[in-house]
């Protein structure tokens, strides 16, 4: 089989390389002139001189688009830039300028009435952003493209132009060196993510564009090999990664001047550790459970009965300590009378009975009501007006100066939610790690093969049930504080305000089963995307299944993998890179047999 490495756009490479550098640096420029008249279009594109709103965005595409494009000539310096593909990068890049640029200039004409509400800076700016990408469409593939018999469409050559070789193990560095890359990506990650976060929810033209440039973005550090040698570098220090993601989430509510935005990562967190202890039973016991969110609500409404609300039928007020215990408990019972008689069951069935039970909590709580049972639960309208917390005489529902700053009641319930996400953290990162944890994945990935083997599928899978409900349980003992009252409408299996049963699974299955960071990163997109975009609530499950289903054609893996599930996806892709055996000192006599 023959190869041939052939650019998309016939131009010698030296010519496409000056035009891409000339393209963007004219979108560059354009971003410091007035793209619009008027400042009626969100972040006022009308100022000389100071880029800002969708100018913003399109500016850190074209300067990224530039860097990368410097890379080519080897330049010393930024050859760390690209140590995966070289022009790939600059091509997505590239499209990030394009795609930022027209999108803006497409909704000023919509909002507007037209294109003659454009100023001469959006067209230089869009003008330079097309010249570059039909440049880097000129500069040469990465990879060649195979000659293995089928047509060299236009369709598979600019897929190929957009792939890149997997980039090779990186010299080892100072620990010191390697500890403060770590750190610096870890603060680049939460500047972007207060970015977006602090995007005004009526601006949602701005966050629109901000997921297209963060998407290309990203998808260019990939190719670049840059994603690939962070990960190698956190998988190495991994007791140094979770601090520092730890220490990262604790300065956020720091970074926050309103009460709006520390409200959304509070329930993101709420969600990411929901969605997390989900992951124990789906991603490493490979058990599908469309009823989990259950357990968030039995432990809601156990924290509600028991922290002294006025509408509890119970009347008791337990410290907060024991408020939480109790529901944990509750859950982990709830977890272990459910499991017991279905967890016999495997695959399509054990979801039919999960959601079942789902459904028959929602309806039981609404129920209980004094009319149609016991009065438990005040039926449809909840428990409402649940007290704010008070730890170490520390009111969590008044604001606090900590320095110059100012924590809001989110702000407080947001840290009191980080600690109990530390939590779960170590009990799924010890479980997964264990004999147990390694006995689960066995279990997922070939049950009868597993009980073969001596491992007692029944008992463990029981186990990863109760876990996983006592966990979801914990959490919801924090949300009753937050959001001040439960009711059954939250716990359904499907509705357009996560989190629920079938967001849940979503975020397990967008970031990547049976990995620790991946359903922080699901449950963060999730659930920061609708809140921003309220303009598309109507449309919310639509788009949700479209996301799915292009998730499932492109990346079924998720979006942070670990290696199994790469190598099960992607198992006749381009080849992994493998070490090579070592040889004995002594003898000579290789050991590839045992490397391999």
Not at 261 to 267: R, S, V
Not at 496 to 503: K, L
């Amino acid at each position: 089989m023959t190869t041939t490495r052939t650019a998309l756009v016939p131009l010698p490479a030296p010519v496409a390389r000056i035009a891409t550098l000339a393209g963007a640096a004219a979108a560059l420029a354009g971003t410091f002139l007035p793209w619009t008249w008027t400042s009626e279009f969100p972040g006022d594109l009308t100022v000389t001189g100071y880029p800002g709103g969708l100018q913003i965005l399109t500016l850190t595409a074209a300067v990224l688009t530039l860097l990368f494009t410097l890379t080519g000539y080897g330049i010393p310096g930024l050859r760390w830039l690209t140590p995966g593909g070289t022009n790939s990068p600059v091509r997505l890049l590239a499209l990030a300028t394009l795609g930022t640029t027209g999108y803006a200039m497409g909704a000023i004409s919509y909002e507007l009435g037209g294109v003659v509400n454009l100023e001469p800076g959006a067209w230089i700016s869009g003008i330079g952003a097309l010249v570059a990408v039909l440049a880097a469409l000129g500069l040469p593939d990465d990879q060649p493209l195979p000659d293995d018999g089928r047509e060299a469409t236009v369709r598979r050559r600019f897929r190929n132009s957009l792939a890149a070789p997997s980039a090779p193990r990186a010299k080892a560095l100072p620990s010191w060196a390697e500890i403060l890359v770590i750190a610096v990506a870890f603060g680049v990650a939460l500047y972007l993510f207060t970015y977006g976060i602090d995007i005004p929810t009526e601006d949602s033209e701005q966050f629109i564009g901000f997921l297209i440039t963060a998407a290309f973005a990203f998808t260019a550090l990939t190719r670049a090999g840059l994603i690939a040698r962070i990960t190698a570098l956190t998988a190495k220090h991994r007791n140094v990664t979770l601090a520092a993601a730890l220490v990262a989430a604790l300065c956020f509510p720091f970074t926050q001047d309103t009460a709006e935005y520390a409200l959304i990562g509070a329930n993101i967190l709420i969600f990411a550790t929901v969605a997390l202890g989900l992951n124990v039973v789906v991603g490493l016991a490979g058990l599908l459970d469309l009823g989990y969110v259950a357990f968030l609500g039995v432990g809601a409404y156990t924290a509600a009965l028991v922290s002294g609300a006025p509408l509890s039928a119970i009347g008791v007020h337990f410290p907060f300590w024991a408020a939480v215990l109790t529901g944990a408990v509750v859950s982990l019972v709830f977890g272990v009378l459910i499991g017991a008689p279905t967890l016999r069951l495997r695959g399509d069935y054990l979801a039919i009975v999960t959601l079942g039970f789902g459904e028959i909590f929602r309806v039981t709580v609404n129920n209980l009501n004094g009319n149609s049972g016991p009065d438990l639960t005040n039926g449809s309208q909840g428990i409402p007006s649940i007290p704010d917390l008070n730890l170490f005489g520390i009111d969590f529902g008044l604001t606090h100066d900590v320095g110059p700053f100012t924590l809001s009641r989110p702000a407080n319930y947001y840290l009191l939610m980080l600690v109990v996400t530390a939590v779960v953290v170590l009990v799924f990162r010890r479980s997964g790690d264990s004999r147990i944890g390694r006995a689960w994945v066995a279990i997922r990935e070939d049950e009868t093969a597993a009980t073969a083997m001596g491992i007692n599928a029944f008992r463990l899978k029981l186990l990863a049930f109760a876990l996983g409900a006592t966990l979801a349980g914990l959490a919801g003992t924090v949300q009753a504080h937050v959001n001040y009252t439960v009711t059954p409408e939250q716990y359904q299996f499907a509705g357009s305000v996560p989190p629920n049963s079938a967001f849940l699974l979503a975020a397990v299955i967008l970031g990547g089963m049976g990995t620790l960071s991946g359903p922080f990163v699901g449950a963060a997109l999730l659930y920061l995307i609708p809140a921003k975009l309220q303009f598309m609530q109507d449309y919310q499950l639509f788009l949700f299944g479209i996301a799915l289903i292009l998730l499932m054609r492109f990346r079924p893996e998720g979006l942070v993998a670990d290696r199994r599930k790469q190598l099960e996806f992607h198992e006749n892709d381009e080849p992994i890179d493998v070490p090579e055996p070592r040889q004995s000192e002594d003898s000579g006599a290789g050991i590839a047999k045992a490397g391999a």
